[in-house]
């Protein structure tokens, strides 16, 4: 007799499945939600380490306007950019719009696109 009982999934076996697109954006928008959780307190002690001094603030925009220091911002714009752009396209599904199969691939889809654009635009900005 087969077992019925839920099992546990690794994070293996997830990347191995052929999940919908719908599904790797909602996937993505929690984990863009988690990292940006994680990231705030290291954020706002760096405002708090800026404001405590001219000499410190001074610093961290040496810091900040190095290569790794662009790098760094751009991977936190992306995903402050990426849980805008889904927050945005769950607000559109609350208020009906994208709720069938295909038009809420196409809404992912766009998202998606929309998300790289602005992230593209972001990196031009900061290295320019």
């Known amino acids: 007799m087969k077992d ?4 546990n999934i690794s994070p293996g076996d997830i990347m191995a499945m052929q999940l919908p697109i719908t599904a790797k954006a909602s996937i993505l928008h929690r984990i863009s939600g988690v990292l940006l959780f994680l990231l705030m307190p290291v954020l706002l002690w760096l405002l708090d380490f800026s404001l405590s001094s001219e000499q410190n603030f001074l610093q961290l ?6 290569s790794v220091g662009k790098l760094a911002t ?3 714009m992306a995903f402050l950019i990426y849980h805008f752009c889904a927050g945005i396209r769950h607000l559109l599904m609350d208020l009906g719009y994208g709720e069938e199969k295909e038009s809420g691939k196409q ?3 766009a998202m998606m696109v929309v998300t ?3 992230v593209a635009l972001t990196g031009v900005w900061l290295w320019l």
Not at 4 to 7: D, G, T
């Open 4 to 7: 019925k009982r839920p099992r």
């Open 61 to 66: 925009k040496s810091v900040l306007d190095g």
């Open 74 to 76: 751009l991977f936190a």
């Open 107 to 109: 809404g992912a889809v």
């Open 116 to 118: 790289a654009i602005l």
